[in-house]
């Protein structure tokens, strides 16, 4: 018998991260094993705490019969950005979603998982990853649009909460914030008219929507919740380079048009690769925790 799992993670909603943790419980489900979410702070904003799409129970109105049980036999995935072991499970999964941070009182006992081969500080290539993107590519695409220089629409994605410092707003371009569009069919719409995004959000999954329906990403700063990245850093992800700007010259917007071929093949490839890995860091975690 395999250990359970127990997700840590928001209540769903339009975050990426968040999306991921959903997803990965999801995931877990559709492999047969017995995986669960436990919900912490409420970032739905009056929609679904769970995407009624997923197999996602959450334990939280059954905390005081099944925590018990759980926190002894489970493998509890907790985000990177979750200090310290707040529920006292006996086997954690450190899942890094961002640019690795080492504080210094990291546990070894932990199993350390890394969304993106970009993200150890030291990049040895050994450490285990497991790429979610939560993007349905039959949504968001570029088949029926026009080329994307004769489109006439442009957009700009502050991101996170809109508050990143400096951002120009340019006339005539609109605004992509966490209420418009408010779906995820709209906001696919949206982008398959779009010529260029200009996003401030470097890593943002908007971006990757954006690409995947055909529209230029112009970068106008390389930075990750206050991390300086850099083009490198970029095109270590899985995903690459490709599709995007470094800046709105001509040779960049060329550039990132020749290279949106490569970028869809690299996202779809990752894709399908996903399960197969989803059953290796199963087999790894369990073997972790076999004691």
Same mark, same amino acid.
């Given at each position: 018998?395999?250990?359970?799992?127990?997700?840590?993670?928001?209540?769903?909603?339009?975050?990426?991260?968040?999306?991921?943790?959903?997803?990965?419980?999801?995931?877990?489900?559709?492999?047969?094993?017995?995986?669960?979410?436990?919900?912490?702070?409420?970032?739905?904003?009056?929609?679904?705490?769970?995407?009624?799409?997923?197999?996602?129970?959450?334990?939280?109105?059954?905390?005081?019969?099944?925590?018990?049980?759980?926190?002894?036999?489970?493998?509890?995935?907790?985000?990177?950005?979750?200090?310290?072991?707040?529920?006292?499970?006996?086997?954690?999964?450190?899942?890094?979603?961002?640019?690795?941070?080492?504080?210094?009182?990291?546990?070894?006992?932990?199993?350390?998982?890394?969304?993106?081969?970009?993200?150890?500080?030291?990049?040895?290539?050994?450490?285990?990853?497991?790429?979610?993107?939560?993007?349905?590519?039959?949504?968001?695409?570029?088949?029926?649009?026009?080329?994307?220089?004769?489109?006439?629409?442009?957009?700009?994605?502050?991101?996170?909460?809109?508050?990143?410092?400096?951002?120009? &707003? @340019?006339?005539? $371009?609109?605004? *992509?914030? !966490?209420?418009?569009?408010?779906? +995820?069919?709209? =906001?696919?719409?949206?982008?398959?008219?779009?010529?260029?995004?200009?996003?401030?959000?470097?890593?943002?999954?908007?971006?990757?929507?954006?690409?995947?329906?055909?529209?230029?990403?112009?970068?106008?700063?390389?930075?990750?919740?206050?991390?300086?990245?850099?083009?490198?850093?970029?095109?270590?992800?899985?995903?690459?380079?490709?599709?995007?700007?470094?800046?709105?010259?001509?040779?960049?917007?060329?550039?990132?048009?020749?290279? &949106? @071929?490569?970028? $869809?093949?690299? *996202?779809? !490839?990752?894709?399908?690769?996903? +399960?197969?890995? =989803?059953?290796?860091?199963?087999?790894?975690?369990?073997?972790?925790?076999?004691?």
């Amino acid at each position: 018998m395999k250990r359970p799992y127990v997700i840590v993670t928001p209540t769903w909603c339009v975050s990426s991260g968040v999306r991921v943790l959903h997803g990965l419980c999801h995931e877990l489900r559709s492999l047969g094993l017995e995986a669960y979410v436990l919900l912490t702070n409420n970032l739905s904003q009056g929609g679904p705490v769970l995407n009624p799409a997923f197999h996602t129970p959450a334990i939280n109105a059954q905390m005081d019969s099944l925590w018990p049980r759980l926190r002894r036999e489970a493998i509890t995935v907790y985000a990177d950005g979750v200090p310290g072991n707040p529920f006292e499970a006996e086997r954690v999964v450190r899942y890094v979603l961002g640019k690795e941070v080492l504080r210094g009182d990291e546990n070894p006992a932990e199993f350390r998982l890394y969304h993106s081969k970009a993200f150890p500080v030291q990049r040895r290539g050994d450490q285990r990853t497991l790429y979610y993107l939560p993007v349905d590519l039959g949504l968001f695409n570029a088949l029926n649009t026009a080329p994307t220089l004769e489109r006439e629409q442009d957009l700009i994605w502050i991101g996170k909460g809109g508050r990143y410092v400096g951002a120009e &707003r @340019p006339p005539g $371009v609109r605004e *992509i914030t !966490y209420g418009w569009p408010p779906t +995820r069919e709209e =906001l696919a719409a949206e982008l398959r008219k779009t010529r260029f995004l200009y996003s401030y959000d470097t890593l943002s999954a908007t971006n990757l929507e954006a690409i995947l329906c055909g529209a230029v990403v112009v970068l106008k700063t390389l930075n990750y919740h206050e991390w300086p990245w850099t083009r490198r850093d970029i095109e270590a992800t899985e995903h690459g380079s490709g599709g995007y700007a470094f800046g709105d010259s001509e040779f960049e917007v060329q550039r990132a048009l020749q290279t &949106r @071929p490569e970028f $869809v093949a690299n *996202i779809r !490839y990752h894709q399908q690769m996903f +399960r197969q890995l =989803l059953w290796e860091f199963v087999e790894a975690s369990q073997a972790h925790f076999k004691a």
